[in-house]
C-alpha cells in the first residue's frame, strides 16, 4: 500500500486559488486527483503519469493544473478561478490500481 497524505485545503471565495500537495510513501507511475462532494460519489478530476502527461475532468480543464515531483514522491493540484461547485473533499490516489484512501483535504469554496 501507498501511504498518501494530501493538505492545501481550506476556504476561498469564488474566484480564488488554492493549491494542493499529496506526498506519497513512494513514488507512482500514475496519480490522480479526486474529489467527493457531500451526498456525491468521488470523481477524478486530474491525472499526470510520471512522464507528466496529464488529463483532466471537462469540469476543470483551464482551471486546474496537475504537477509532480518526481523526487520528492509529490503531485500537486493548482486550483484557479475557483467555483461553489468545486467545494469538496479533495484525495490524491493511484490511477488504475486499488489503493487505501488518505484522510483527504476540504475545499470550501464561497460565493
Known amino acids: 500500500q501507498v501511504q498518501l497524505v494530501e493538505s492545501g485545503g481550506g476556504l476561498v471565495q469564488a474566484g480564488g486559488s488554492l493549491r494542493l500537495s499529496c506526498a506519497a510513501s513512494?513514488?507512482?507511475?500514475?496519480m490522480g486527483w479526486y474529489r467527493q462532494a457531500p451526498g456525491k460519489q468521488r470523481d477524478l478530476v486530474a491525472t499526470i503519469n510520471r512522464s507528466g502527461s496529464t488529463d483532466y475532468a471537462d469540469s476543470v480543464k483551464g482551471r486546474f493544473t496537475i504537477s509532480r515531483d518526481n523526487a520528492r514522491n509529490t503531485v500537486y493540484l493548482q486550483m484557479n478561478s475557483l467555483k461553489p461547485d468545486d467545494t469538496a473533499v479533495y484525495y490524491c490516489?493511484?490511477?488504475?490500481?486499488?489503493?487505501?484512501w488518505g484522510k483527504g483535504t476540504l475545499v470550501t469554496v464561497s460565493s
Open positions: 490516489n493511484l490511477v488504475g490500481a486499488k489503493n487505501d
Open positions: 513512494w513514488s507512482i507511475n500514475t
